[in-house]
């Protein structure tokens, strides 16, 4: 089969075509035939060389993480899937495996029924985005309709998820975009837009119950003057060392700096599967060939566009 790897950290420019042998299945895992991968940041900050305390630096390495396709077969010990499933998941180990191949294994516990509405682009754009904005509402805790939010980043793969999210429970959601995406945060549920190309955001007057940085932009230090005096601020693109000094410092200050860390379990699936089975929307806003892997990274990487981008197999 076909695979999209990468010899040495770097540019898109690293990734490369290699044939290799269709996987193997373990008794508990299923391969599926892939039909899309979606793009996350990770896979650029994992292939540049950012992240290698939890990737490692070894080779070869494989890329995206978030797949759709169809079941091709599965293990002695797999009861709740069989072959012609169309599915979407997530590999199992998010910082050192990929799923941009023909074929993809992976255990029956990280894949989920494809609902049907769904395109396999769309289904693949769902696990690390959808996981991650179930976790980020969550650690929000008991908002209401006087909870002020900043969405800073907020027309991304993870935050259109957050604000389709937040809209339901009333908050006044602020969401911090750039120009050509002003109208579109509104239509996802924000309540105001502050565009970041023509105001900075962290002058302003207004003050917020809860700020989420999802533009990887914004540190908690620099955000704390525009934080109600007991708000929480929620880091999306944490520091390693951030995940333990973080719960440490909390305990001495009335702001709270907390972490979002995705985690694609069962019960987070079902969270979203009921969210998007009432309406939420999967947005995808431009596709690619398999052939064109590379165009398609630089593409994302360079942002300016509205939610997720994918890569579609025939
Ligand atoms: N911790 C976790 O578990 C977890 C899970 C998923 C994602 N993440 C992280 O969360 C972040 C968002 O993920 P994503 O998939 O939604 O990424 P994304 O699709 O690249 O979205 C990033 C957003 O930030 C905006 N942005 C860029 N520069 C900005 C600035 N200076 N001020 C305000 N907004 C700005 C972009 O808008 P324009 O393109 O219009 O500039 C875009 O809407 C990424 O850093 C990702 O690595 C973390």
């Known amino acids: 089969m076909k695979a999209i790897v990468y010899?040495?950290?770097?540019?898109?420019?690293?990734?490369?075509?290699?044939?290799?042998?269709?996987?193997?299945?373990q008794p508990n895992q299923v391969l599926v035939k892939v039909k899309a991968v979606s793009i996350n940041p990770l896979d650029w900050k994992i292939r540049k060389g950012q992240m290698k305390l939890m990737s490692g630096s070894g080779f070869p390495k494989s890329t995206g993480v978030d797949f759709a396709g169809i079941i091709e077969d599965t293990g002695s010990a797999v009861t709740n899937f069989k072959k012609g499933d169309e599915v979407f998941g997530v590999v199992k180990n998010i910082m050192k495996e990929g799923a941009l191949a023909e074929y993809v294994a992976v255990p029956s516990s990280t894949v989920w029924k494809k609902p049907k509405h769904l395109n396999f682009s769309q289904a693949a754009s769902i696990p690390v985005v959808g996981a991650a904005a179930v976790t980020a509402l969550e650690k929000m805790g008991n908002i209401h309709s006087q909870t002020q939010i900043l969405v800073n980043g907020a027309t991304g793969g993870f935050s259109l998820l957050l604000l389709q999210l937040l809209k339901k429970t009333g908050a006044r959601v602020t969401a911090v975009t750039s120009t050509k995406a002003m109208d579109f945060a509104k239509e996802q549920g924000a309540s105001f837009v502050i565009d970041y190309t023509k105001e900075n955001v962290l002058a302003q007057k207004n003050k917020y119950d809860i700020v989420v940085d999802l533009s990887g932009k914004m540190s908690y230090a620099s955000a704390r003057p525009i934080m109600k005096r007991k708000a929480l601020f929620l880091n999306a693109t944490p520091k390693p060392i951030e995940i333990p000094t973080s719960l440490i410092k909390n305990l001495f200050?009335?702001?709270?700096?907390?972490?979002?860390?995705?985690?694609?379990?069962?019960?987070?699936?079902?969270?979203?599967?009921?969210a998007i089975d009432a309406g939420l929307q999967i947005v995808v806003s431009k596709v690619f060939r398999f052939a064109q892997y590379r165009e398609a990274y630089q593409y994302a990487e360079n942002g300016g566009y509205v939610g997720k981008i994918a890569v579609e197999l025939n």
């Not at 420019?13 to 042998?21: A, F, G, P, R, S």
């Not at 009335?254 to 079902?270: D, R, T």
């Open 7 to 25: 010899q040495k950290f770097g540019n898109a420019d690293v990734l490369q075509t290699i044939e290799m042998t269709t996987p193997f299945i």
């Open 253 to 274: 200050t009335g702001k709270k700096h907390l972490v979002i860390l995705s985690n694609p379990s069962a019960n987070n699936m079902e969270i979203l599967l009921n």
